[in-house]
């Protein structure tokens, strides 16, 4: 498939506010991305030809959630397998505590801890080498998951289902409104062994058809938390817990305002580089 290279220019620059950004550019449809930690290289993003729109990119610049000056320029991608290219130089590894490591079929000397998670993460999000995404799976590994129904919302690659999956839940539910992440998910499955996980192309709009739930991961973005807040209350089942990510550390009285507003306690919050993690419960 062609592909299109975009290059973003961002001040101030950073690898937070790359971060951000590429989050806000996963709502254009751009999906995968070269990010500078040190702030110091602008932004590459990858978008596949036929699904990008200008009108669309404007639109999610022009909400971008803190005060930057961004700037862009785009020419087709050369013509290789982008996919092959992401998974070899763009993803290593990852051991969680001792716990948990998240490797791809590719990598060599894997060690064999308690949870072993295979992912070929492709062009989707979700490899776990995000604080977002590190801090959500050390709540599953650190709360009760046996015999929970559980929902993995905005689930990328599906790591945190198949992690819970591992864990015990016995029936579990993801959701992605990326078509290419919910095939992403099926073949994390096969590749994980599990047939308990039920991936559907959608987002919270399809979720009065589907639960209740004990718990629900939502690690998306503020925006998005902040609009389907009710919606994942409204299926989370009394003495559930909700843990959601994806946005700043500062932004937790605005989730915690909300979530109280509909009904939930708060129960503990954590973050990494000024990345938040925060649990509710519904009592």
Not at 20 to 42: M, Q, T, W
Not at 63 to 86: M, R, T, V
Not at 120 to 139: D, L
Not at 198 to 205: M, T, Y
């Amino acid at each position: 498939m062609k592909y299109l290279e975009y290059t973003f220019n961002i001040s101030p620059n950073s690898g937070d506010m790359q971060d951000i950004l590429g989050a806000v550019l996963a709502d254009a449809g751009f999906d995968s991305f070269v990010k500078d930690e040190e702030g110091k290289e602008p932004l590459k993003a990858y978008i596949k030809k036929d699904e990008f729109s200008e009108e669309r990119l404007k639109e999610v610049l022009a909400d971008f959630p803190l005060p930057a000056e961004i700037s862009y320029e785009g020419q087709e991608a050369e013509d290789k397998d982008w996919n092959a290219e992401w998974e070899a130089n763009f993803f290593e590894p990852l051991n969680i505590d001792n716990r948990c490591v998240i490797s791809a079929p590719f990598h060599k000397d894997v060690p064999t801890v308690e949870y072993n998670v295979k992912i070929n993460p492709r062009m989707s999000f979700g490899s776990g080498h995000h604080e977002t995404t590190s801090q959500m799976i050390r709540e599953i590994l650190n709360n009760p998951m046996e015999g929970r129904t559980v929902l993995d919302m905005g689930c990328g690659t599906s790591l945190l289902a198949i992690l819970a999956s591992m864990r015990g839940a016995t029936a579990l539910t993801a959701i992605d409104n990326d078509e290419w992440c919910v095939l992403n998910s099926k073949e994390n499955f096969e590749l994980n062994h599990l047939s308990n996980i039920e991936v559907f192309l959608g987002d919270a709009s399809i979720l009065p058809q589907i639960g209740p739930f004990d718990v629900i991961l939502a690690n998306i973005h503020l925006n998005i938390i902040l609009a389907d807040m009710e919606k994942y209350v409204s299926r989370l089942n009394v003495g559930g817990l909700l843990f959601v990510s994806g946005f700043y550390y500062d932004d937790l009285p605005r989730i915690k305002a909300e979530a109280e507003r509909l009904g939930l306690t708060f129960d503990h919050a954590g973050q990494e580089r000024n990345w938040c993690c925060a649990a509710f419960r519904k009592l």
